[in-house]
């Protein structure tokens, strides 16, 4: 079991930047793959991004593409989405998650995922 939780949201004006953190803890965090997702009020939560056990594959969902970066970093057991150019559209309350049995072939869908954080808002001003 693997227990994760989300830091470094915040207010940014639109184009700016901003950086999530997303510290796992549990003895065999670092072997999980890891993914990125957001809800915005009323909305469905939605992909943003995951990043293979060995950081070898990263994927984005469309709306990201070019604009965020996944990261991870074994020695702290924390996953990082780096976020530049943010818009209004990016407000949104931001997920880790890990899946007990890795991405597979739905990395995007949230029923592939078994751990979730608790979340941290990013609020993007236009």
């Known amino acids: 079991q693997v227990q994760l939780v989300e830091s470094g949201g915040g207010l940014v004006q639109a184009g700016g930047s901003l950086r999530l953190s997303c510290a796992a803890s549990g003895r065999t965090a670092s072997r999980y793959d890891m993914g990125w997702f957001r809800q915005a009020p009323g909305k469905e939560r939605e992909f943003v991004s995951a990043i293979t056990a060995s950081g070898g594959s990263r994927i984005y969902g469309d709306s990201v593409q070019g604009r965020f970066t996944i990261s991870r970093d074994y020695a702290k057991n924390t996953v990082y989405l780096q976020m530049n150019n943010l818009k209004a559209e990016d407000t949104a309350v931001y997920y880790c998650?890990?899946?007990?049995?890795?991405?597979?072939?739905?990395?995007?869908?949230?029923?592939?995922?078994?751990?979730w954080g608790q979340g941290t808002q990013v609020t993007v001003s236009s």
């Open positions: 998650a890990a899946p007990r049995n890795g991405l597979g072939s739905r990395p995007s869908s949230i029923y592939q995922y078994d751990y």
